[in-house]
């Protein structure tokens, strides 16, 4: 019953990131919500978006790009359609997450952080979902899956993929 | 009307508790109420359902969405029996060597339901923190001998006198949510499945030291807990329990829920607070200590989640009641987390104590392949790999340290004879390089040294002048990083080195014990 999650980004729109980044000026440390904001609106951080982001917080641009740069999540570009966030720590290992990820990749034919050329799907590497008593554990469009191997990580990929 | 109660926990949802209720919601007829809780944290047998009868809740698990037509034909409803019948949660030997106190509601209450949680002794902390005041409330944390859970094991009540007595014009509470360490996920659990319990504890700790504002810093990595959590936040402000009037107190306490950006660096306390201030998370060097100088330049209790979860239980039934559980300075109760290869994977909380022999091989079952156990890892992926030779070792904080380990946050993670400890010690320096916030040299670039290093050692080539190397390295990763990621590093490295050095003998990285 897994609904379909796919990633809905919108196309680069300024007065949309405005928006976003005045319905959160009033917060305490306003950047990181705001980043997550415009990554959930257009699938990344846009570019366009970081001297807005900087003007609005009174830092500069470089200090923006500096934090955008700094944490794993933040993208430069939309990821592709389904994303597979797929633990690759010590208790997915113990119970065969290498194996089971290494079938993944071979099988999309890409390696941690690439998108398969059609943009259907990405891999990320995560360190750790908490889903360590149900390991090996992903999150594929969001919707996690756990007790996986090669097969039936690729049926959950599979399940989020298809039309 | 007939309660069934599934849980929510995303550890349930990953192996198809949605689909269990989906088909339990279709097939059992009128008269049915099903209702969503936390885990119990017996993840091996989920997705756990279980059923409120005369006798008590009564569990079948792991159900799968095919077993429920079987299961409802056997009179699942009125508790009958069943090959996945358990019995009441609390009868099973998991459970009954437990001492639940900070997870003594997880997995039975409506996680979202504030009349549960009263029913089930909620906010009793809370109202006799009102009563007593602030420094009593202090003394009485630090009576009960609560030590930080988020891995360093510093005493909690020493550190809101300290924030009690700064004076400033605002002071803070932040609750380290940054739950990064591989096999741990008890602070995800009190998120998802008590997470009243989360707020009331930061409640408390802002009426002890005079803080009016507190943030819980949670990880993207965790968006099913966030969820849960940022309802809670809804329904606790509209009963008053965080607002400007807490509870009709006249005390005021607001809270926000923060949400990382996949750095496990920015769990280590200085650099979380440099990423709510909205910067890149970098360590700070100490001091001054957050107590002084912390958010926003403010006096800061910054506390691990569970050592915030257990602070109303220790008001509520007194710090000495909590202190009586435990040995030496390690007081109370830990969730120990047992997680990777390992038969019965879960969380259990019990006193300190217990000797890391009898949760493998009792509590944990051995191993999930049947194979024998070669390696658990404990405290996350700076903890160090402790060889069966070594389960003698005693639960607690001195005695894991007086073996070159810690316990961290509680993670234990199994492994079995198939495990190749060179992978896992390169493994650990690839972490380092990967997570390192970049401020020191050994931590930077010494661990992408490490990586090289270990590849030649495993390779074959010139492996003693290369052990010596990475020994090297480990010591100077171990005495000149500004924090815990560079200086702990060499614990799962110099371990895994020191306790199987067969693995270390240049057959290769992937040199397997055959499979049988
Ligand atoms: C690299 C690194 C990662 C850490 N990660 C966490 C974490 O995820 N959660 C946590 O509570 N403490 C973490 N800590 C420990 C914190 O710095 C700090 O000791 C803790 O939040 C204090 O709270 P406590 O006294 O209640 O344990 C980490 C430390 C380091 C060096
Ligand atoms: S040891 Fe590593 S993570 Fe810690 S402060 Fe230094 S560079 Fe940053
Ligand atoms: S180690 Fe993979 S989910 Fe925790």
């Not at chain 1, 099988?107 to 979902?129: K, N």
């Not at chain 2, 504030?114 to 202090?138: I, N, W």
């Amino acid at each position: 019953m897994a609904s379909k999650t796919t990633n809905l980004v919108a196309d680069w729109d300024p007065n949309r990131a405005a928006e976003i980044i005045s319905a959160h000026l009033g917060l305490e440390g306003p950047a990181l919500p705001i980043l997550h904001g415009l990554q959930a609106a257009f699938g990344c951080v846009p570019s366009e978006a970081i001297p807005m982001v900087a003007k609005a917080l009174n830092r500069s641009r470089a200090e923006i790009h500096g934090v955008v740069t700094f944490y794993h999540d933040f993208r430069e570009a939309p990821a592709g359609k389904t994303v597979v966030k797929l633990c690759r720590a010590e208790a997915c290992q113990a119970v065969g997450g290498r194996e089971a990820a290494s079938f993944l990749l071979a099988s999309l034919g890409i390696g941690w952080g690439e998108t398969t050329p059609d943009g259907a799907v990405t891999v990320e590497a995560v360190y750790c979902l908490g889903l360590c008593a149900a390991a090996p554990a992903a999150l594929v469009n969001g919707q996690p899956h756990g007790r996986l191997d090669g097969m039936s990580l690729i049926e959950a990929v599979a399940e989020e993929t298809q039309p | 009307m007939i309660r069934l109660f599934v849980p929510k926990d995303v550890s349930a949802l990953a192996v198809g508790a949605d689909r269990v209720a989906k088909a339990l919601t279709q097939q059992a007829g009128e008269g049915v109420q099903i209702v969503r809780t936390g885990s119990r944290g017996m993840t091996w047998l989920e997705p756990m359902v279980e059923v409120e009868t005369p006798e008590g809740r009564i569990a079948y698990g792991p159900v799968t969405p095919a077993d429920v037509p079987g299961l409802l034909a056997a009179g699942l409803l009125s508790g009958a029996d069943h090959p996945l019948r358990i019995g009441r949660p609390e009868d099973h030997p998991f459970m009954v060597r437990q001492t639940r106190l900070t997870f003594a509601r997880c997995g039975i209450v409506d996680p979202l339901s504030l009349d549960d949680y009263r029913a089930h002794g909620g906010l009793e902390g809370l109202t006799k923190a009102l009563a007593m005041g602030p420094e009593a409330v202090v003394a009485e944390v630090t009576a009960s001998g609560l030590r930080g859970r988020g891995g360093a094991g510093f005493p909690t009540g020493i550190k809101w006198k300290t924030v009690a007595e700064a004076t400033a014009d605002r002071k803070y509470i932040v609750c380290n949510a940054d739950e990064g360490d591989s096999g741990t996920f008890a602070d995800r659990m009190v998120l998802e499945g008590d997470p009243f319990c989360l707020i009331e504890g930061m409640v408390i700790a802002g009426l002890a030291v005079g803080a009016t504002k507190g943030f819980v810093y949670s990880r993207s990595e965790y968006p099913h807990a966030n969820v849960t959590f940022t309802e809670a936040l809804i329904l606790a402000r509209e009963a008053g329990l965080i607002g400007p009037d807490v509870l009709g107190s006249g005390r005021s306490f607001e809270l926000e829920l923060r949400v990382g950006a996949g750095a496990y660096v920015c769990g280590e306390e200085t650099a979380l607070l440099e990423s709510l201030e909205g910067k890149r998370g970098m360590v700070r060097a100490k001091p001054p200590l957050p107590a002084h100088v912390g958010l926003f330049g403010k006096p800061t209790v910054i506390n691990n989640l569970v050592s915030l979860a257990s602070v109303p239980v220790i008001l509520a039934k007194g710090a000495k009641a909590y202190a009586d559980y435990g040995l030496g300075r390690s007081r109370g109760t830990m969730p120990i987390q047992i997680a990777g290869n390992a038969k019965y994977t879960g969380l259990f909380e019990a006193a300190f104590g217990i000797t890391l022999g009898e949760i493998i091989e009792t509590v944990a079952g051995g191993t999930l392949s049947g194979r024998p156990v070669k390696a658990v890892q404990c405290g996350g992926p700076l903890g160090a790999y402790f060889p069966p030779s070594l389960f003698d070792t005693a639960y607690d904080y001195e005695a894991f340290t007086a073996r070159d380990g810690l316990i961290g946050h509680g993670g234990i993670v199994v492994f079995d004879d198939s495990v190749q400890m060179g992978a896992q010690a390169r493994f650990a320096m690839e972490f380092c390089a990967i997570e390192s916030c970049g401020k020191c040299t050994p931590c930077r670039i010494g661990s992408t040294r490490g990586v090289e290093v270990i590849d030649k050692i495993m390779a074959g080539t010139e492996r003693a002048a290369n052990m010596a190397v990475l020994e090297d390295l480990c010591q100077t990763l171990k005495y000149g990083s500004l924090c815990a990621l560079g200086g702990f590093t060499p614990y799962p490295v110099m371990s895994a080195v020191r306790h199987f050095p067969g693995d270390f003998n240049g057959s290769g990285i992937n040199a397997k014990v055959p499979a049988e």
